[in-house]
């Protein structure tokens, strides 16, 4: 199959765009994006994201994960999406509505003189219930620094939704993580019946934190927006952060607030890479 697409990247965290409001959904779309993700056969990436029709937003968002699972959502893939379906003139909106499997968040444009603009995204409320996130063996409870055994060694575990479940770990150094061993084991911990993203942050201070993550689907990547916005809830809970401060990835640097309205804002870039046509050998 052959389709036109765009490649944008958000910190680091790169997307293939595809504009599929005409044709719908391609079929088989779990194999197709275990193709076009490969970095070595495909065009290479951390998700495919598809521009869909909606009945009740501007528009609709579905991405799916170099292993073909397909997540709720995403915040660097929803500043992506905005900036691809604006700057492809899709809409003259500057502020617009995209439904996602979390529900329908509404990014905004941030222009500024001479440089690249930016997107803003009201990410919506924190989920803290632990069924909710889901997490296993607390019910309505918070999980807020629960001890964790993985892999032999016990870690404080906070666990946020924010759409897709997120376990925030507070580590000394985040360089001394061994993220290929211990990501995959959180991942798939009897805890997290959903799998789960996992964060290892360490508190610079108040206003400022470092973060590496294990993406549920994806492995380590460059950043993670909706882990930016749990790592920065779980800090706030655990009385490390204000409710406003920059969240430093490997890929890049994310501003995140808990406003007084209970949502997370979200501002951080999203850049064009390059466009073309997938015309890949494909049994889709």
């Known amino acids: ?3 036109a697409f765009t490649k944008w990247q958000g910190c680091g965290n790169d997307f293939v765009l595809v504009d599929a409001r005409k044709s719908g959904l ?3 779309v779990a194999a197709l994006s275990k193709q076009v993700c490969d970095r070595h056969y495909g065009i290479g990436a951390d998700g495919l994201i598809f521009v869909l029709s909606s009945s009740v937003a501007d528009f609709c968002m579905r991405i799916f994960n170099a292993d073909g699972s397909e997540a709720e959502m995403c915040g660097n893939g929803i500043r992506c999406f905005a900036r691809f379906v604006y700057d492809e003139g899709m809409t003259g909106k500057e ?3 995209v ?3 979390a529900g329908i968040l509404v990014p ?3 222009k500024e003189d001479g440089k690249q603009p930016c997107v803003e995204v009201d990410m919506g409320e924190p989920v803290l219930e632990a069924k909710r996130i889901p997490v296993e063996g607390f019910g309505e409870e918070r999980v807020i620094a629960k001890e964790i055994e993985v ?9 946020v939704s924010m759409g897709n479940p997120h376990c925030v770990v507070f580590v000394g150094d985040v360089d001394d993580v061994a993220m290929e061993t211990v990501g995959p084991a959180f991942e798939r911990h009897a805890w997290f019946p959903k799998r789960t993203n996992t964060e290892f942050v360490a508190v610079q201070d108040r206003t400022h934190l470092r973060m590496r993550v294990w ?3 994806a492995a380590v990547t460059l950043a993670c927006g909706t882990g930016a916005c749990a790592s ?3 800090a706030v809970l655990n009385g490390l952060a204000e409710r406003s401060a920059e969240v430093e990835l490997d890929g890049g640097r994310l501003q995140i607030a808990w406003n007084d309205n209970n949502h997370i804002y979200m501002t951080g870039p999203a850049e064009r890479v390059f466009s073309g046509v997938y015309e890949g050998e494909s049994e889709c």
Request: charged share 15%; with cysteine; hydrophobic share 45%.
């Open 151 to 159: 892999l032999g060694k016990t870690y404080q575990a906070t666990c």
């Open 95 to 97: 502020s617009f509505s």
């Open 108 to 110: 905004r444009i941030v």
């Open 215 to 217: 993406e549920r689907g």
């Open 232 to 234: 920065l809830v779980a």
């Open 1 to 3: 199959m052959a389709f």
């Open 26 to 28: 391609f079929a088989n």
């Open 99 to 101: 439904e996602t499997g």
